[in-house]
């Protein structure tokens, strides 16, 4: 039987997708509501597929996906996301995800991507395929690669430069401060820094950052 530990920080999700996977005969060893938890339980319970958000309070999900790969290499990642950014998605596969299914997709999809997980097969979404595809064939738009971030992104970079938290920024843009913590995610591994503060001051040095 399949041993599976769901990580994800919304618990009616992780609820659901444990009973599909339990009717399928698939076995829920564990849950995890953040990275860091995630990587704990990983280690410890060494389930065969590690079903994980790309986005969670604590550790991210690169990081757990390379420590991982160091402590439990035949451990399978399959990534469970809302979310499709280029980054994020090309970020996490060559982290060592086997798979990145989006959550829009059926619960039997899903099921079906962590069956092949399991067998060390890659699944991934359509929409997230077509990305693979895209990049692969060298047709990226030109635009995506000139401008390291996205327009959302250097608005909440600007704000960022200012000092704003998290909570005023995302009651700025009407957006929820999980949204912020994704965009600020996703701000620091375009510009490969570590903090906030790096982040304003490589934006300032490339011209990103009004000032």
Not at 155 to 172: F, P, Y
Request: aromatic content about 2%; overall charge negative; hydrophobic content about 45%.
């Amino acid at each position: 039987m399949i041993k599976v530990l769901l990580a994800d920080d919304h618990p009616a999700l992780r609820a659901g997708i444990k009973g599909m996977l339990e009717k399928a005969d698939i076995e829920v060893i564990g849950e995890a509501a953040d990275g860091d938890e995630a990587l704990r339980l990983a280690e410890r319970l060494r389930p065969d597929v590690l079903v994980l958000d790309a986005v969670m309070p604590g550790l991210r999900a690169p990081q757990v996906i390379h420590h991982l790969r160091e402590t439990c290499p035949d451990l399978r990642v399959l990534v469970l996301t809302a979310y499709d950014d280029n980054e994020l998605v090309f970020g996490l596969l060559e982290a060592g995800a086997v798979g990145y299914v989006l959550k829009e997709e059926a619960l039997e999809t899903i099921e079906a991507a962590v069956r092949a997980a399991a067998r060390g097969e890659p699944w991934l979404s359509p929409k997230v395929a077509a990305k693979v595809m895209k990049k692969a064939l060298g047709k990226e738009e030109a635009e995506e690669e000139a401008i390291p971030l996205t327009e959302r992104e250097l608005e909440v970079l600007q704000l960022m430069a200012k000092g704003w938290s998290n909570k005023r920024i995302a009651k700025e843009l009407s957006i929820t401060e999980r949204t912020v913590r994704f965009h600020v995610g996703n701000i620091l591994t375009k510009l490969g820094v570590e903090s906030r503060t790096e982040a304003v001051v490589e934006g300032i040095r490339r011209s990103l950052v009004r000032t």
